[in-house]
């Protein structure tokens, strides 16, 4: 599990960092996405049915990139709130916060 924290707490820090820097622009589907991730439960199976009804232009984006590195992994064998999650969760939160 520490190799799988460590590349989504990286790729979720990189991501999040570009996003506030405004090196990186989400399509307008990531912010919507994101959102609607910010609003249910996360599990390795909800985690995946969302990648998976995600639209083209959201499942091309860099945010199911980050999902892809580990989360569903971690999910396995950590709740939610687990501390391994807390990056990817303020990630999610703040594209959340710009869908609105």
Do not use: C, K
Not at 3 to 27: C, I, K, M
Not at 28 to 51: C, D, I, M, Y
């Amino acid at each position: 599990m520490d190799f799988d924290w460590v590349a989504l707490e990286r790729n979720a820090a990189l991501l999040l960092t570009a996003f506030r820097s405004g090196a990186w622009v989400p399509y307008a589907q990531e912010l919507v996405f994101a959102e609607n991730l910010a609003w249910f439960v996360w599990t390795e199976e909800t985690l995946r049915a969302a990648v998976r009804a995600a639209d083209p232009w959201t499942s091309e984006g860099r945010l199911v990139r980050v999902l892809d590195s580990n989360a569903f992994f971690l999910l396995r064998d950590v709740p939610a709130t687990d501390r391994a999650l807390h990056t990817l969760r303020r990630l999610i939160d703040a594209l959340a916060a710009a869908a609105v």
